[in-house]
């Protein structure tokens, strides 16, 4: 390694280092002398009365409509514009986010008047989504609502990139390390910068250059937000050995100093896959970064990220077992690191310089590192990670040199106020507020015992402040901040999406396997050899496996959510099957797509003849037809309508294929494409919701519902079809690629291009969603459906 870059940059570290240490030195005699608890009590009494100024003219309007928990998203935005909270409420959330992510001053009347309108934009979406959703998720936490946003900005396909990106780095992030932490940590990186040009963009920025920038924004905040699952988080886990720490360190060390990621070299051991992944994603994530770079800038970002990177390093090397580490030691680090993961955000946007920004953005990043060091202290200390809460709470008995990270994060906090804010009424609010907020959620979360524990521990050299503290976390309301809303709410969608995700996917591996167990067809005794051939022909078409996706839909709804029985309904989801591999087998035929392999073995032309594979399909079709007339416990007339109906169907899908052979050569239109995609595929889905729909009785209007949500759900899973045949691997595909450009076929991909065959499909999975909302029973499964048929492999 250049030994000049390295004096350069061990330069930079020590003079930011000096700069932290003089600012913990302020922090330390504050502490020493207890000068921070008069000016804090003050600025506590001017809180409390202006905010008892407020309370008066609301206190009489709201007080007969009971307060829901916040953690009840709807319910609490409705009581807050109920009861005429809601502008203060927004007010102070977003003045917050101008502090934290933006670093702005409050005094500024340029911040001032930015800060009420992006209240009344705010305002205007929730009353909007409320009205619309009633009851949804909050739109941009839905992936529908997510594209929706994204198109009205023109970035779908930067939004398409980032939630395929997120869901890799969510598929590698190993089961000892928390994925929804490491994932809301990476969310909320790319929403910072996302607001940070979002703010610089003025309103009079041409649509176009608006859309590049925003572009290029999330791009930037997915390169930039890597480092927190995949080095912070990483290295701080136990995943890696400590000679793979080592050696991983050295190479992001090194890519910092000379600008250039090196090869990781000879990988082996069972992390050898992770790291590879990790590798490609932070050398693309790198390079993406520097491409983008102003050259003025450049030295700038390098030189941050390494005090950045060096500061984490320097930290998370502690050990608890180690006694003896000074002061500086432990705070001096966390300085750095907390206030450059900010900095570094402006020299990765590119924006001019913000006067002040830097030195706001120095001083106030320690007070959320407190903060969440505070909110994280018995997990940290289960973990045995050092932070100034577990080493104080650990040795503060022992040594009376060590000072107490909780007086700290107060002094910090009197600091912000009077030297950094110069004592503004709206950041005392503000900060107050947050920090009372703080308390009050880990008091919540941690139990009244855990918490008196704590303050007992942390808080017993503050007695008098601590009491009147403690009064105020007991007796204020209305502290709450958006952001930690829709965190909550982010936190349990995730979890939630998990949970149920896990249960979709159960869910179909026990239905399939029941499925499994019914479709081979039986040899009755007597029967001719002929016949024997057809249906040993038969079973080796429903032997090679596939997805049983129809079936296994009319299984879910017809079981679960119209309450038949599964044995009554078996031979309605052998029918089911039977009739889709039968247009499998004429598929793959030479007249049609001359396909060689299907579900990994060689298609029943291959493996017998194609006047055998032409007549299993019609032995398929009548044996389906048979099961379907065999249906017992339903009325006659049910079963005929049920018949008619899939003969109807059958037809139609006969036309869809009829419709892509003779388009064969000829360039489609959108139109023209999502007619045979849905003659092709729809129907398909379509009949395996319709068909238990038609014998629970279910009314027109339902069964209309369920139609539309097939069609759109259809033509999103024959465009996922489309883009795995341009870009698909044979051997997850279990069929070859490139199916369709050797068969001259039009397709999504070759109409529209492969990134407008993605916003195609999501154009589709959204308008399915909004249909899905409409139905009456609106099934859970019917949801992680759409989403497994957008992101699936095969």
């Known amino acids: 390694m250049n030994e000049e870059l390295t004096l350069q940059a061990d330069q930079s570290y020590r003079l930011a280092e000096r700069k932290a240490a003089q600012y913990f030195a302020s ?33 009489f309007f709201s007080q007969a409509i009971r307060k829901p928990d916040s953690r009840d998203y709807h319910n609490y935005i409705r009581w807050l514009n109920q009861t005429g909270r809601l502008d203060s409420f927004l007010d102070r959330s977003v003045s917050y986010i101008y502090m934290r992510d933006l670093g702005k001053s409050l005094k500024a009347p340029a911040t001032q008047s930015r800060i009420r309108q992006v209240v009344a934009d705010v305002k205007m979406y929730l009353n909007r989504s409320e009205s619309a959703n009633g009851g949804a998720e909050p739109e941009l936490i839905s992936l ?90 990483l290295l701080d886990s136990p995943v890696l050995t400590v000679r793979e720490k080592e050696l991983y360190s050295r190479m992001i060390r090194t890519s910092l100093l000379t600008g250039t990621v090196p090869e990781p070299g000879k990988l082996a051991g069972s992390n050898k896959k992770l790291i590879r992944y990790v590798y490609a994603e932070l050398r693309d994530a790198y390079a993406y970064i520097k491409k983008h770079q102003r050259p003025e800038t450049q030295r700038l970002f390098f030189e941050q990220s390494y005090i ?80 100034p809460f577990t080493y104080y709470w ?19 906090i009197s600091h912000l106020l009077h030297h950094v804010y110069d004592n503004d009424a709206k950041a005392r609010d503000v900060i107050l507020a ?70 979709f996917l159960d869910k179909i591996a026990t239905v399939r396997r029941q499925i499994d167990s019914l479709l081979l067809i039986k040899k009755q005794d007597g029967i001719p050899p002929v016949k024997e051939a057809i249906i040993d022909a038969a079973n080796y078409s429903l032997e090679g496996g596939g997805k049983r996706l129809r079936p296994i839909l009319a299984w ?19 029918s089911l099957e039977y009739m889709h591999t039968a247009s499998l087998i004429f598929d793959d035929l030479p007249s049609q797509d001359n396909a060689s392999v299907r579900r990994g073995r060689p298609t029943l032309h291959e493996a017998h003849d194609s006047a055998t594979a ?14 379907q007339a065999s249906l017992q416990g339903f009325d006659a007339k049910t079963v005929l309508s049920l018949i008619q109906y899939s003969s109807r169907r059958a037809g139609d899908m006969c036309a869809g294929q009829a419709m892509d052979l003779r388009s064969k050569g000829k360039v489609q239109t959108l139109e023209q494409l999502n007619r045979i995609c849905f003659y092709k595929t729809g129907i398909a889905f379509e009949a395996s919701l319709v068909m238990p729909a038609i014998l629970a009785k279910a009314d027109e209007a339902e069964i209309a519902g369920l139609s539309g949500y097939a069609y759109h759900a259809g033509i999103a ?30 397709t999504f991909v070759t109409v529209l291009g492969r990134d407008g065959a993605k916003k195609e499909m999501w154009e589709h999975y959204c308008l399915a969603m909004e249909e899905w909302k409409k139905l009456p029973r609106a099934p859970v499964f019917l949801k992680h459906l759409l989403t497994y048929i957008i992101s699936r492999d095969r």
């Open 434 to 503: 947050r920090a009372v907020n703080g308390l009050k959620r880990y008091r919540r979360r941690a139990g009244e015992d855990a918490y008196n524990e704590i303050v007992t521990t942390f808080a017993s050299g503050i007695p008098e402040f601590n009491l009147l503290v403690q009064k105020l976390v007991r007796s204020t309301d209305d502290v709450n901040f958006f952001d930690k809303l829709l965190r909550d709410r982010m936190v349990t969608v995730l979890k939630n999406d998990r949970i149920e995700e896990q249960q």
């Open 394 to 412: 650990t040795y503060g008995g022992r040594r009376s040199d060590l000072i107490n990270p909780f007086e700290l994060y107060w002094a910090v």
């Open 27 to 59: 922090l330390y005699e504050q502490v020493q002398d207890k000068s921070y608890v008069p000016a804090l009590t003050k600025d506590f009494q001017l809180w409390k009365k202006s905010r008892s100024g407020r309370k008066s003219l609301l206190s």
């Open 556 to 574: 879910v709804m017809g079981v679960d959510e119209y309450g038949l029985q599964a044995a009554a309904i078996a031979p309605l989801l052998r």
């Open 717 to 746: 899973f024959q465009i996922k079809d489309d883009l795995l045949d341009a870009e698909g691997d044979v051997h997850v595909l279990g069929k070859p690629a490139g199916k369709d450009i050797e068969n001259d076929t039009s």
């Open 614 to 627: 032409e007549l299993t399909g019609l032995f398929l079709i009548q044996k389906a037809t048979e099961e």
């Open 308 to 387: 950045f990177f060096h500061a984490q390093d320097t930290d998370r090397t502690k050990e608890l077992s180690n006694a003896d580490y000074t002061n500086e030691e432990l705070y001096v680090p966390i300085i750095l690191k907390s206030a450059f993961s900010r900095l570094i955000v402006r020299s990765v946007i590119r924006v001019p310089a913000d006067e002040g920004f830097d030195e706001r953005t120095f001083y106030y990043g320690i007070y959320n590192q407190l903060a969440d060091d505070f909110a994280d202290m018995f997990e940290d200390k289960k973990a045995g990670a050092v932070t």
């Open 144 to 233: 529908e609502g997510l594209y929706r946003w994204a198109r009205k900005e023109g970035i779908e396909t930067a939004i398409i990139w980032v939630i395929d990106k997120l869901k890799a780095v969510s598929a590698h992030i190993p089961e000892e390390m928390n994925a929804e932490h490491s994932l809301r940590k990476l969310i909320k990186i790319i929403v910072g910068v996302v607001l940070h040009v979002i703010e610089e963009l003025a309103d009079h920025t041409p649509s176009a250059e608006r859309a590049r920038r925003l572009d290029e924004a999330i791009r930037l905040g997915y390169s930039y937000g890597l480092t927190y699952p995949f080095i912070d988080d």
